[in-house]
């Protein structure tokens, strides 16, 4: 196995109920070049849970298949039985969410390097895809250093670095100027990316070689088109992909899914005026045909009335 590397420079974050097969494919539409499951519990998959057939990637490139938990042996175990759906293999060393932590599994992991060590060696020892791990600076203060030399002397082949604590969760500001490039491995940016202008600065200032994006690929999906082509995707282009996200939630995940779809109407309608209305409306509609119909009706509305395909630009003015 060569030397491992992100394929491409801006990726798909692992975000827990939102980076399922139908959202990959839209970012992936999007421009997207590589992708995260939502993180999958290693229990889970030694148990044959149902659940995690759903999960994995179907015939999907460069796509990752994310694990969690806090035994060595069964997270080897777990990353050999699924490795043959995944692209490579991610460890999460970074969820803060208290029911994760408890478990001494996600951000947790930060605390007790040892553990994270052996975790990933015994992956290693038993995987033939890459091992890389998506991690905090720390748990409770930066000890970025001290954890990435514990993953460098596992043998990781790659890490994705949120700039943030475990305690801060979301709240302040993400923190970029981490010199990544120090361990001469390939790492990956994460937190507060909401623009292209955002990544750009991360990536520069961390001296990260990709950028992952969560929350902002969720506030605005077409952001992997602007960062590629310099400008943002049309209103039609724009409609047309919200109504394919919603086709394909409805055959992947059956005709209750639509309840999944309401998480994402903010994204899809982000800079659009009446916008909220619009979202306050979205979240009383039941069923598929509504949906679809209100979709059409909120987009079509700004084609008739600009005459053609206006581009949404980023504070909310069409040009």
Avoid at 87 to 104: G, H
Avoid at 136 to 165: Q, S, Y
Wanted: aromatic share 10%.
């Amino acid at each position: 196995m060569g030397r491992f590397s992100y394929p491409g420079i801006l990726g798909l974050a692992p975000m827990a109920g939102v980076t399922d097969r139908a959202f990959r494919t839209v970012c992936r539409l999007w421009g997207a070049q590589f992708f995260f499951t939502e993180m999958i519990s290693a229990e889970s998959v030694l148990l044959d849970l149902e659940v995690v057939e759903r999960m994995l990637p179907f015939e999907e490139e460069n796509t990752a298949v994310q694990l969690y938990g806090s035994d060595p042996k069964k997270l080897a175990l777990a990353a050999r039985k699924v490795q043959h759906r995944a692209s490579w293999i991610d460890l999460n060393a970074a969820c803060p969410v208290k029911k994760v932590v408890k478990k001494n599994s996600g951000a947790a992991l930060l605390k007790d390097l040892e553990r994270l060590r052996d975790i990933v060696m015994a992956m290693k020892d038993v995987c033939d895809k890459p091992i890389t791990v998506k991690i905090r600076i720390g748990f409770e203060r930066n000890e970025l250093e001290k954890i990435m030399e514990t993953l460098v002397l596992a043998g990781a082949d790659g890490v994705e670095v949120h700039g943030r604590t475990a305690v801060q969760m979301y709240s302040g500001k993400a923190q970029w100027d981490l010199k990544l490039d120090r361990w001469n491995i390939p790492a990956a940016i994460s937190g507060d990316l909401y623009t292209v202008e955002d990544v750009q600065n991360a990536m520069n200032i961390s001296k990260a070689s990709a950028a992952i994006l969560a929350r902002g690929a969720l506030r605005k999906p077409w952001i992997f088109h602007e960062f590629f082509h310099g400008k943002a995707p049309g209103v039609e282009e724009i409609r047309d992909m919200f109504l394919l996200h919603a086709k394909l939630l409805r055959e992947l995940e059956g005709e209750r899914s639509f309840y999944s779809l309401r998480q994402f109407v903010a994204g899809y309608t982000h800079g659009f005026s009446g916008a909220r209305e619009f979202r306050e409306r979205f979240m009383k509609l039941e069923g598929f045909e509504a949906i679809q119909n209100a979709i059409e009706e909120f987009f079509n509305r700004f084609l008739m009335n600009v005459g053609e395909n206006k581009v949404v630009k980023e504070d909310g003015a069409r040009a």
